[in-house]
């Protein structure tokens, strides 16, 4: 991976051989997002023959992330888990969607893709709704994320209205 001036940290993610099919489904997902190479090994690893994808690398949601086809030794976990924020519940449906298709379900707005890889879904509403200046309107509508595995906004606008 080529380091930007914008972006000089970037991810890299671990997977048993799938590297690329997971950064297609990936930049399927988001806007501003594309597979910007496909490094093909140049020899025999201990993950892989010569010609074999060792590394993908790919930009989501105009940020740059690496998918390294590195073999089984290190599944994902949910000790790291990325957040996407929603404008509407129509995206968070739609994301929740592709991500359970061969993921699971967790709770609070987490979902686990069919990789392992966890994610957030989380819509801007419920941000702000935390945030709300009023402490009981705030710690309502935490009290109902708390009860929910999808979030779903208008519940949630409802809890903090009381």
Same mark, same amino acid.
């Given at each position: 991976?080529?380091?930007?001036?914008?972006?000089?940290?970037?991810?890299?993610?671990?997977?048993? +051989?799938?590297?690329?099919?997971? =950064?297609?489904?990936?930049?399927?997902?988001?806007?501003?997002?594309?597979?910007?190479?496909?490094?093909?090994?140049? =020899?025999?690893?201990?993950?892989?023959?010569?010609?074999?994808?060792?590394?993908?690398?790919?930009?989501?949601?105009?940020?740059?992330?690496?998918?390294?086809? +590195?073999?089984?030794?290190?599944?994902?976990?949910?000790?790291?888990?990325?957040?996407?924020?929603?404008?509407?519940?129509?995206?968070?449906?739609?994301?929740?969607? =592709?991500?359970?298709?061969?993921?699971?379900?967790?709770?609070?707005?987490?979902?686990?893709?069919?990789?392992?890889?966890?994610?957030?879904?989380?819509?801007?509403?419920?941000?702000?709704?935390?945030?709300?200046?009023?402490?009981?309107?705030?710690?309502?509508?935490?009290?109902?994320?708390?009860?929910?595995?999808?979030?779903?906004?208008?519940?949630?606008?409802?809890?903090?209205?009381?």
């Amino acid at each position: 991976m080529t380091p930007t001036k914008s972006q000089k940290v970037v991810p890299c993610l671990w997977f048993d +051989g799938d590297a690329e099919e997971a =950064a297609q489904f990936y930049v399927s997902l988001l806007p501003d997002s594309r597979i910007d190479r496909v490094l093909k090994s140049p =020899a025999d690893t201990p993950s892989g023959p010569a010609g074999m994808v060792l590394t993908v690398e790919f930009t989501l949601a105009g940020a740059k992330y690496m998918g390294l086809n +590195g073999g089984p030794q290190f599944p994902f976990t949910e000790a790291v888990s990325f957040q996407i924020y929603c404008d509407d519940q129509s995206e968070v449906d739609r994301l929740w969607a =592709a991500l359970a298709d061969g993921g699971s379900e967790v709770a609070c707005g987490w979902i686990k893709d069919r990789w392992g890889l966890s994610w957030q879904i989380v819509p801007t509403r419920l941000i702000e709704l935390l945030n709300d200046p009023d402490p009981d309107r705030a710690r309502r509508a935490q009290e109902a994320m708390m009860k929910m595995v999808k979030i779903d906004i208008s519940e949630i606008e409802q809890a903090a209205n009381g």
